[in-house]
């Protein structure tokens, strides 16, 4: 607990220099401190994203910053339209470091199905497009190659790793199954009730939906033999819309 505690506390910290590093060169902005004013953002944003310490939460609160709108419409000649400019300017400098931000905890998350690495990939490349577009737009020629070299690489690890993953397929049941009867039918496996209960969104274990989605594993069974009490049908459907049936034994309800 010490330890942790140690930790989190170094964590404060670093998110705390790095804030005051960030403030103080913004308040002396000039041109001249463009390049100071990204690094800091960039530390700033970095060090918040080291306080996680699970990858998912890295990638859902960076895909927040990412794609956090901001427009100041007080446009038009004179002091207000500067003003406006230069927070345009720091809302998009935020925006672009919470991106390579983002990139790096796509890089070190572990998607589990190749949906989720598609889900996954599909928000982090839909965000980048959009700075893409707005640099391109802008003239701004090395952002805009940059951040096209970044998509690049996050479609390319996630395609990599996605593929390698199981898909999910939706399993519909004639009636509430607990989780651990679903996992001893599917996989012949119990132990995985935790994740069923986890990946359908049951409220209790007891009493899973009748329809939810698994992973198609190599180890799942789609068939029984004999079988006790009641004995649901159950329908897959996979990834690309083609549903099968069969009749799956050994359920122990009501027993």
Do not use: K, W
Not at 39 to 64: C, G, H, K, S, W
């Amino acid at each position: 607990v010490s330890s942790l505690q140690a930790q989190i506390t170094a964590q404060r910290a670093a998110i705390v220099s790095a804030a005051a590093s960030a403030t103080a060169t913004a308040a002396t902005l000039n041109a001249a401190d463009a390049p100071a004013m990204a690094v800091a953002i960039a530390a700033t944003v970095e060090a918040a994203r080291t306080t996680m310490t699970d990858p998912a939460d890295q990638v859902r609160v960076l895909l927040q910053l990412a794609t956090f709108p901001y427009f100041d419409r007080n446009i038009g000649p004179g002091i207000g339209g500067d003003i406006a400019t230069v927070r345009d300017s720091m809302s998009a400098a935020c925006r672009r470091m919470a991106l390579i931000s983002l990139a790096r905890a796509s890089s070190i998350y572990q998607p589990v199905s190749y949906q989720d690495a598609q889900t996954v990939l599909d928000l982090i490349t839909a965000a980048l497009d959009v700075e893409i577009t707005a640099a391109g737009d802008a003239g701004e020629d090395p952002t805009y190659t940059t951040f096209r070299n970044l998509r690049i690489a996050v479609v390319t690890d996630l395609t990599t790793r996605g593929a390698t993953l199981p898909q999910v397929v939706t399993a519909r049941f004639a009636a509430p199954l607990p989780s651990l009867v679903i996992g001893q039918m599917l996989y012949r496996d119990a132990t995985r009730a935790d994740e069923i209960t986890a990946e359908s969104g049951a409220p209790h274990p007891a009493f899973s939906p009748m329809s939810i989605q698994v992973l198609a594993t190599a180890g799942i069974v789609l068939s029984g033999v004999g079988g006790f009490g009641i004995q649901p049908s159950v329908a897959f459907t996979d990834n690309s819309g083609n549903t099968f049936t069969d009749e799956l034994g050994d359920i122990l309800i009501g027993v």
